[in-house]
């Protein structure tokens, strides 16, 4: 194998010491590539995608990338990872700066780009920012695409977002541990979520009301 065969190698591993070396930023107290299990990463670093698309990667060349994605998954076919899965774990690597991905999250042109940023969010800050920041993508309700092992389904952005402040593992990585919403609630680090359906029958109250006091009239 030569030299240049190699070179995706080193890449790819450049934050995966085993020796327990790593001196780099930290997600949950870990390397946040060891936030992706094991035989996942294996097959990330062993894919086709990942040595020829993702090599040399930074944040910036990353863009480029994401907004060619078409879908969202994590395996499928013989589990093949997808170009998304690849792209969340190349970002795990580069960890960019909040104000970059917060960029990419709010960059509405690119729905699928806004998922990967969503993913990496959910995977590497904590629980307050969490929800601050993913719960009003809540209110988009653009068409996505999901790919996994059972074949293609349709879904929807606000879906996928509920998927990552609610279920325990999403694109088949599973999510760290965090506070539900009703904890956060509890513990007073979030306000009360106010609920749409709750303020339009508060509204239809309201105009209930009125109209009886016409009635009386």
Same mark, same amino acid.
């Given at each position: 194998?030569?030299?240049?065969?190699?070179?995706?190698?080193?890449?790819?591993?450049?934050?995966?010491? &085993?020796?327990?070396? *790593?001196?780099?930023?930290?997600?949950?107290?870990?390397?946040?590539?060891?936030?992706?299990?094991?035989?996942? +990463?294996?097959?990330?670093?062993?894919?086709? *995608?990942?040595?020829?698309?993702?090599?040399?990667?930074?944040?910036?060349?990353?863009?480029?990338?994401?907004?060619?994605?078409? *879908?969202?998954?994590?395996?499928?076919?013989?589990?093949?990872?997808?170009?998304?899965?690849?792209?969340?774990?190349?970002?795990?690597?580069?960890?960019p700066e909040k104000e970059i991905i917060m960029a990419y999250l709010e960059d509405a042109e690119f729905k699928y780009l806004r998922a990967l940023a969503a993913?990496?969010?959910?995977?590497?800050?904590?629980?307050?920012?969490?929800?601050?920041?993913?719960?009003?993508?809540? $209110?988009?309700?653009?068409?996505?695409?999901? +790919? $996994?092992?059972?074949?293609?389904?349709?879904?929807?952005?606000?879906?996928?977002?509920?998927?990552?402040?609610?279920?325990? +593992?999403?694109?088949?990585?599973?999510?760290?541990?965090?506070?539900?919403?009703?904890?956060?609630?509890?513990?007073?680090?979030?306000?009360? +979520?106010?609920?749409?359906?709750? &303020?339009?029958?508060? &509204?239809?109250?309201?105009?209930?009301?009125?109209?009886?006091?016409?009635?009386?009239d």
């Amino acid at each position: 194998m030569g030299k240049d065969s190699k070179a995706h190698l080193a890449d790819a591993k450049a934050l995966l010491d &085993s020796r327990g070396l *790593y001196e780099g930023q930290t997600f949950h107290g870990v390397n946040p590539l060891l936030l992706v299990e094991k035989i996942i +990463r294996d097959r990330i670093l062993d894919c086709l *995608y990942w040595k020829e698309q993702c090599f040399g990667l930074n944040a910036a060349t990353l863009l480029d990338r994401a907004t060619e994605v078409t *879908y969202i998954g994590g395996h499928y076919g013989n589990q093949k990872p997808t170009p998304f899965i690849c792209l969340v774990f190349k970002l795990l690597q580069l960890q960019p700066e909040k104000e970059i991905i917060m960029a990419y999250l709010e960059d509405a042109e690119f729905k699928y780009l806004r998922a990967l940023a969503a993913m990496y969010i959910r995977l590497t800050w904590n629980a307050v920012e969490i929800f601050k920041t993913l719960e009003p993508l809540m $209110g988009d309700f653009r068409k996505i695409r999901m +790919r $996994g092992m059972n074949g293609w389904r349709l879904s929807y952005m606000d879906e996928f977002i509920d998927s990552l402040l609610t279920q325990e +593992r999403v694109c088949d990585i599973a999510l760290p541990r965090m506070m539900t919403r009703a904890m956060l609630e509890d513990a007073e680090e979030l306000e009360p +979520r106010e609920s749409l359906l709750g &303020s339009e029958v508060e &509204s239809e109250g309201e105009e209930d009301g009125e109209e009886g006091e016409v009635d009386d009239d």
